[in-house]
């Protein structure tokens, strides 16, 4: 009994959306749900970025130094602020670079999602 009932449905569902419908919509929401995976690496290279950043802060604080009548002087040859500097670069790269993806993949999400609506607005005109 469940089982006619359940294919009743089917069949109803399928006259309603044709497969090309069913297909346009499954690969709209594939690409949206990978779209939504690239957008969370996006935000981990934000994160990593922003460790770093605090990282390179404390190499910058550590290479300040004693000198020998006791005032505490910058050392720019110290290898605390050349590690400073290694990691402030990598730090803005993570960041352009998360930034940039993070704008680009939202503004896909956006895209997608409306091109979805207008796939179902465009199916229930189609089926009516």
Known sequence: MEEENLQNSQRQEGERSSPSFRLEKERLCTKIHETKVAKTYSASHLVLGGILLVISLIFLFISFKYNSIGQKRFAPKSMEFIACLIT???????LVLGSVQMVLRTKRIKSLTHDLNALKEAEKGSGK
Do not use: F, H, Y
């Not at 402030?88 to 993570?94: E, P, R, T």
């Open 88 to 94: 402030g670069a990598a730090s803005l790269v993570l």
